[in-house]
């Protein structure tokens, strides 16, 4: 039999033909499930734009909060209730809403974005101990300046909401991380300091951060350290609060004393630390404790603290950040070695020191800027008459003490104890 018979006999087999049929449209569902796939992903690759950001990117938080405020926005949220104290005293709650996970919708301009958020629950973000997250940005075209304008435009949303506000970091894991509210920025003048103390750190800071250029063209690393000492309560930490809020920086705290930090973390750390913001080490002295008997206590086996080289090479080591300023604040200066007063690691040493008769006045004319100066004179006069030593925090418990009563402040200034 000639092949024409044969494929004519085949065509009249009905099972041939309903074979050959469904052969045929699983064939083209293939190819059409093949080529939809291709087509999809030409389409990604050279009409779509995709900006994915994870959640241990900083402008993570910025563009939900973003997202979250468009009058566009779809109406899954997610909810974060804060608590925040008022100057009456009463407690008000706040909410903060976010898109849920999931896929949102809105319009950026004459462009659709489509917003994506992906909450993975098996992985977990190691430095923030919270469910992996990141968010998708998807739009038509190559359009990545668009994106730019969205993260320009999430952080000076997010800036505005922190204005006149410091912002406190403390470490968690290998990152900074903001730590309770942002405090309202405390005028400088409100801390008194000695005569001329304030000002003359302050100019040192604010020229400081105006020569980049001359450290870089001598080849001096650009970075410069502070250390504040005297007895405790005269000033020192609120000084450096009231410093960051002048010059619009956020804190960076960290304790050296802390027995779970490591030499590698604290570099780490000082390295990483945000820019626009002060390193603050709190109680320097404490570096110097002597933890030979920790390695005993076995609540500390395994773990190695901070050891003074450590220090050093923290503060004036190869790898450091440019701009960097660092405050450190003692009770016992004479508890610090040599090595660390040196120039380099300590540029600028000022002793804050027990409150004097002028700085008794100044506080004096602050708490009551209506009284008349013969009260304030007088006031001033009982601080220098009590022949003790008297810290500015103790001034301003008395003042506190007599806030509406000048004439008491006045008469029982003998007595602050």
């Keep these: 039999m000639h092949l024409p018979d044969i494929l004519a006999n085949l065509g009249d087999n009905p099972y041939f033909g309903a074979g050959f049929g469904l052969f045929t449209l699983g064939f083209a569902a293939a190819a059409l499930k093949k080529g939809t796939a291709v087509s999809s992903q030409v389409l990604r690759r ?64 004459k462009l659709p974005i489509k917003v994506e958020r992906v909450r993975e629950k098996q992985m977990i973000d190691q430095t923030r101990h919270v469910p992996y ?73 604010q020229e400081f951060l105006v020569s980049a250029k001359w450290y870089i063209d001598r080849g001096i690393p650009h970075r410069r350290g502070y250390l504040l000492y005297g007895p405790p309560g005269c000033g020192k930490t609120s000084f450096i609060t009231a ?10 705290v960290l304790n050296v004393g802390d027995w779970t930090l490591s030499d590698d973390r604290l570099l780490h750390l000082i390295v990483s630390a945000p820019p626009q913001s002060i390193i603050l080490l709190e109680d320097i002295d404490a570096a110097f404790v002597d933890r030979s008997s920790m390695k005993n206590d076995s609540r500390f086996q395994g773990m190695s603290t901070v050891s003074f080289s450590g220090l050093l090479n923290a503060l004036d080591g190869v790898v450091s950040s440019d701009g960097r300023i660092v405050f450190m604040t003692t009770n016992y200066i004479e508890r610090l070695d040599k090595a660390l ?51 500015m925090a103790q001034i301003q418990a008395h003042l506190m003490l007599y806030r509406f009563d000048p004439e008491s402040a006045v008469k029982n200034a003998t007595h602050i104890s």
């Design 46 to 109: 050279y009409m779509m734009t995709t900006l994915e950001i994870p959640v241990s990117d900083h402008s993570y938080q910025w563009v939900l909060q973003w997202v979250a405020r468009r009058p566009d926005m779809s109406c899954h949220l997610s909810v974060q209730t804060q608590f925040q104290k008022l100057h009456s005293g009463k407690i008000a709650t706040g909410f903060n809403f976010s898109p849920s996970p999931g896929a949102h919708f809105l319009w950026f301009g």
């Design 133 to 205: 997250e990141t968010v998708t940005l998807t739009t038509l075209g190559r359009n990545k300046h668009v994106f730019e304008k969205i993260l320009l435009e999430a952080r000076e949303n997010a800036l505005k909401s922190q204005e006149n506000m410091t912002l406190i970091l403390k470490p968690v894991g290998a990152e900074w991380r903001q730590f309770g509210n942002p405090q309202r920025r405390r005028p400088i003048n409100s801390v008194l300091l000695g005569s001329g103390q304030s000002e003359r750190i302050l100019k040192d800071v």
């Design 243 to 252: 410093l960051a809020g002048e010059l619009e920086y956020s804190i960076s």
């Design 341 to 391: 007063l040196r120039p380099g690691r300590v540029d600028v040493k000022e002793y804050i020191t027990y409150a004097s008769s002028c700085q008794a006045y100044e506080a004096f004319k602050h708490f009551y800027p209506e009284t008349s100066e013969e009260y304030a004179q007088n006031f001033a006069e009982n601080i220098k008459l009590s022949n003790s030593e008297i810290s």
